[in-house]
């Protein structure tokens, strides 16, 4: 059984201030055996040395990322740092950080696999994967090569990191205090654990009444839609004002069907410069493509429903949760309006931590039984441990 406690601080502390909340907080707290810890915080806490600070106090490994805005069971917060305890007696957790991306993934994943899922006595119940945010390179492609290894067998439920910035440049992944922009970071759980998931996505409801076949993408590069390029078919169906104005689409999502009868989900993040348009991950063959808007209603309703359903099913137990940046992007009038909509639906019942994601890592059940660790966008997902 795991144990789970929450707590956090916010930018108005010093960081002394912030050191003392934190050291207050975990002399009052209860450890069983094994125990790690999870922070999500905003980007400003890595590059001020809060995170570092923190976990040198702290007597158990750390993982975790920089977020946009998160909450927990006590407080909603835009500037924050949220941390989550997961303590138990016979529930084990193994962290690790891969080699820099620079190295080759197949590498930098087969490296990570080998530090910290081959030296376990029995294989993990849960892989929780941090995966770098990168432009150029889909978090699905960290996934795969890591799912690979696995035989396909553990699920996996995680997020990316996610900044403000309009490059991204600020998207890290943290490891024991460290932060990194191009590795990835694992926490393995196993022992007396059965973790459950529930998730929501695009509803048809939202369908713009435009299709199109893809026909020509490299990886998360959609290079042309209707043999026309990505971008100027973008602009050409009025979904974009005009050429290089990508980031006016926070609202539209693609719903790509793959021939497999796989469906994707992806968000725009950038433009190549020659007419092509980066997506959150990759699409791996041609197929058609939709166009979906979502907005503020859809969104806190939604997450309102998953998260009353989580409660429900948790009976007191603890929750991980992601809801993806795009779903926030929409909240024009208040940006912590589905955080305040979670956390006065699942109440005093559950502790739990929730903070926006650049891709939800969530496992999906396939109809020969294995496990498919899929890279979701425009979703709202919840681990149950």
Same mark, same amino acid.
């Given at each position: 059984?795991?144990? @789970?406690?929450?707590?956090?601080?916010?930018?108005?502390?010093? #960081?002394?201030?912030?050191?003392?909340?934190?050291?207050?907080?975990?002399?009052?707290?209860?450890?069983?055996?094994?125990?790690?810890?999870?922070?999500?915080?905003?980007?400003?806490?890595? *590059?001020?040395?809060?995170?570092?600070?923190?976990? *040198?106090?702290l007597?158990?490994?750390?993982?975790?990322?920089?977020?946009?805005s998160?909450?927990?069971?006590?407080?909603?917060?835009?500037?924050? =740092?949220? =941390?989550?305890?997961?303590?138990?007696?016979?529930?084990?957790?193994?962290?690790?950080?891969?080699?820099?991306?620079?190295?080759?993934?197949?590498?930098?994943?087969?490296?990570?696999? /080998?530090?910290?899922?081959?030296p376990?006595?029995?294989?993990?119940k =849960?892989?929780?994967?941090?995966?770098?945010?990168?432009?150029?390179?889909?978090g /699905?492609?960290? @996934?795969?090569?890591?799912?690979?290894?696995?035989?396909?067998?553990?699920p996996?439920?995680?997020?990316?990191?996610?900044?403000?910035?309009a490059?991204?440049?600020?998207?890290?992944?943290?490891?024991n205090?460290?932060?990194?922009?191009?590795?990835?970071?694992?926490?393995?759980?196993?022992?007396?654990?059965?973790?459950?998931f529930?998730?929501?996505?695009?509803?048809?409801?939202?369908?713009? /009444?435009?299709?199109?076949?893809?026909t020509?993408v490299?990886?998360?590069?959609?290079?042309?839609?209707?043999?026309?390029p990505?971008?100027?078919? =973008?602009?050409?169906?009025?979904?974009?004002?005009?050429?290089?104005?990508?980031?006016?689409?926070?609202?539209?999502?693609?719903?790509? *069907?793959?021939?497999?009868?796989?469906?994707?989900?992806?968000?725009?993040?950038?433009? *190549?410069? #020659?007419?092509?348009?980066?997506?959150?991950?990759?699409?791996?063959?041609?197929?058609?493509?939709?166009?979906?808007?979502?907005?503020?209603?859809?969104?806190v309703?939604?997450?309102?429903? @998953?998260?009353?359903?989580?409660?429900?099913?948790?009976?007191?137990?603890?929750?991980?949760m992601?809801?993806?940046?795009?779903?926030?992007?929409?909240?024009?009038k208040?940006?912590l309006?589905?955080?305040?909509?979670?956390?006065?639906?699942v109440?005093?019942?559950?502790?739990?931590?929730?903070?926006?994601?650049?891709?939800?890592?969530?496992?999906?059940?396939?109809?020969?039984?294995?496990?498919?660790?899929?890279l979701?966008?425009?979703?709202?997902?919840?681990?149950?441990?």
């Amino acid at each position: 059984m795991i144990h @789970i406690y929450t707590t956090h601080v916010t930018d108005l502390l010093s #960081q002394p201030e912030a050191i003392e909340e934190i050291n207050f907080f975990i002399r009052s707290q209860l450890f069983y055996a094994n125990t790690v810890g999870i922070i999500h915080c905003h980007a400003d806490f890595v *590059d001020d040395g809060q995170v570092q600070a923190i976990c *040198d106090i702290l007597p158990f490994e750390t993982v975790g990322c920089s977020t946009t805005s998160l909450a927990n069971d006590e407080v909603s917060l835009q500037y924050g =740092l949220t =941390l989550t305890i997961l303590t138990s007696n016979d529930v084990q957790f193994h962290t690790g950080v891969s080699p820099s991306s620079a190295t080759g993934l197949d590498f930098a994943m087969g490296t990570l696999h /080998d530090k910290v899922i081959v030296p376990l006595p029995e294989r993990p119940k =849960l892989l929780i994967p941090f995966i770098p945010f990168l432009v150029t390179i889909g978090g /699905d492609e960290f @996934i795969s090569r890591l799912s690979a290894l696995t035989d396909y067998s553990i699920p996996f439920f995680g997020t990316l990191p996610i900044s403000a910035e309009a490059d991204f440049s600020r998207c890290y992944t943290i490891h024991n205090g460290k932060a990194y922009v191009d590795a990835a970071v694992l926490l393995a759980i196993s022992g007396n654990v059965i973790p459950r998931f529930i998730t929501t996505g695009v509803s048809s409801g939202e369908y713009l /009444d435009i299709t199109g076949s893809v026909t020509a993408v490299e990886k998360n590069l959609l290079i042309s839609i209707d043999n026309v390029p990505a971008e100027s078919f =973008l602009v050409n169906k009025g979904l974009v004002a005009a050429q290089g104005l990508l980031n006016t689409l926070s609202r539209l999502e693609l719903i790509i *069907d793959l021939p497999t009868g796989e469906r994707l989900i992806r968000n725009i993040i950038a433009g *190549d410069g #020659q007419g092509g348009v980066y997506l959150t991950g990759h699409i791996p063959s041609l197929g058609s493509v939709y166009f979906a808007k979502t907005n503020a209603e859809i969104v806190v309703r939604t997450s309102r429903e @998953i998260a009353g359903s989580a409660a429900a099913a948790a009976n007191g137990g603890g929750m991980l949760m992601y809801s993806c940046t795009a779903r926030n992007w929409v909240l024009t009038k208040d940006t912590l309006e589905e955080l305040d909509a979670i956390r006065s639906t699942v109440g005093e019942r559950s502790p739990f931590s929730c903070c926006y994601s650049g891709g939800e890592i969530y496992p999906q059940v396939l109809p020969n039984g294995n496990i498919a660790a899929t890279l979701q966008n425009s979703s709202f997902i919840v681990c149950l441990l």
